[in-house]
């Protein structure tokens, strides 16, 4: 069974940073693609970035500039470093990874984390 647990969200101040953190557990054999989206209230899920096993990275045009995406392919675990937040940044924050597990390659979903950036 595989897991993915993200840490680090909060509540920020217009301005402030958050450092949000995934990792992923289980019968993993390899990883993918990894990657961080979010969902506001009453908006759909969108990408905000993704990094392949190499390294190669994109953003979504809304966080270039302000975030970064790395991973640790040795601890199976994907960070986002999110600096100069802005109310709009609000949303909960999913993990999200390719990943070969004992059975077979599938898509998998943490539980989401909360940030919260105020005026």
């Known amino acids: 069974q595989v897991q993915l647990v993200e840490s680090g969200g909060g509540l920020v101040q217009a301005g402030g940073s958050l450092r949000l953190s995934c990792v992923a557990s289980g019968s993993i054999r390899s990883i993918g693609v990894m990657g961080w989206y979010r969902q506001a209230p009453g908006k759909q899920r969108e990408l905000v970035a993704r990094?392949?096993?190499?390294?190669?990275?994109n953003y979504a045009d809304s966080v270039k500039g302000r975030f970064t995406i790395s991973r640790d392919n040795a601890r199976n675990s994907v960070y986002l470093q999110m600096n100069s937040l802005k109310p709009e940044d609000t949303a909960v924050y999913f993990c999200?990874?390719?990943?070969?597990?004992?059975?077979?390659?599938?898509?998998?979903w943490g539980q989401g984390t909360q940030v919260t950036v105020s005026s």
């Open positions: 990094v392949t096993s190499d390294h190669t990275t």
């Open positions: 999200n990874a390719r990943l070969l597990s004992s059975m077979a390659w599938d898509n998998y």
